[in-house]
DNA sequence: CAGGATATGGAGATAATCTCCATTTGTCAA
DNA sequence: TTGACAAATGGAGATTATCTCCATATCCTG
């Protein structure tokens, strides 16, 4: 399928500064405030080598977006390594929370990008997904956990924190989210 | 301030032709991907007259919105007024996913105007928080919810749940996190 | 280093949004 | 009624944003 030869050097590098530029701006929340054209120009690039390498404002998005996901999971990794499930899920939990609150404008994206249904952040957001789905079972198997809940209940809740970023009482909000999920995914005695 | 005097009565006329066209556009879910010219001919109606009715596309999403918060709001005195605080906030959420379910497209219109930061979407929010923060509020009265988590973490959950109306297994999993938020909420013995 | 393949910028085609105003329609006082 | 004034209208076209195209520049391979 996708038997891409290399890209030629310059074109990677006009590439990068595409994402580079994005990334900013993506974090500053103004992602879909701009103009498409002046992110080819705050690049230092012409529009016809954006629309090469992003052929919409989707596309770039969902790119950067894609290094996110990444981190994050590498993250849920490392937690279900080193702590008991419980802990770990929850841990996982408030580092999502963290995450959203250091980069502003990520929560925002992130819950436009959601709306206009979009199938590359629905695989994002499936990788995301599965490593909910491992700290949850981890949890289940090892009894801290109840066995009937999905979850996909779970992505609801952290999509529920990222789509309400802007209330002002969000921080304290969204920890009581999390308090109220990981209160209720506790198994009933 | 909004010293409105009345409409006259074609302009009256108009603005309900536009309503209607654009509350159907919504459920379909089609209505970011309408061009919005056409909104005016479909409603026939010109377009100088669509923009004096509503300057943008966001505005004509708002006055519709306006319209399913009030039925929302309403239908959460009503359980109130008519059963136990627990059962109320309860058959409140469950009544909200119905909702959305029912209304195909306003889960994920409610998803875009959420993220476009708009500020009579938070007006229109608040109204339905303040419904939630009722229903709450009363059940924490009676014994049955604990108080130390705000309504806000309520509605979190909710906004979670119409951002990703799209998911596969959306009616199940929605339905978890009403389960999970409702446990999470039941006052600890 | 020559020749072919890749990539580039940005001028302008295309398409969407929004404004303006000559004309129509409703309102109300006489 | 009706005349006169205010309010509202539609849609042609100005404005602004998106996207395409290709003559030119750059890289790579043998």
Redesign the pocket.
Known sequence: MTAN???????????EALLATAQEVFDAGDFFD?????F??LA??????????F???EALAEAVYHGEVAALCDRARQLQATLPAAEALAGFLRDMVDHMDAHQGLARTLATLMASGSSTIAEGGRALERAVTDLVAAAVQDGTVRDDVDAGAVMMALHGIGAAHDRPAWRAEADGVISLVLDGLRRPV
Chains 1, 2 share one sequence.
């Open positions: 030869r290399p890209l030629r050097v310059d074109a990677q590098r006009k590439r701009l103009r498409f054209d002046d080819a120009r230092g690039v012409g529009a016809g080598t954006l629309y090469r390498h052929p919409t404002r």
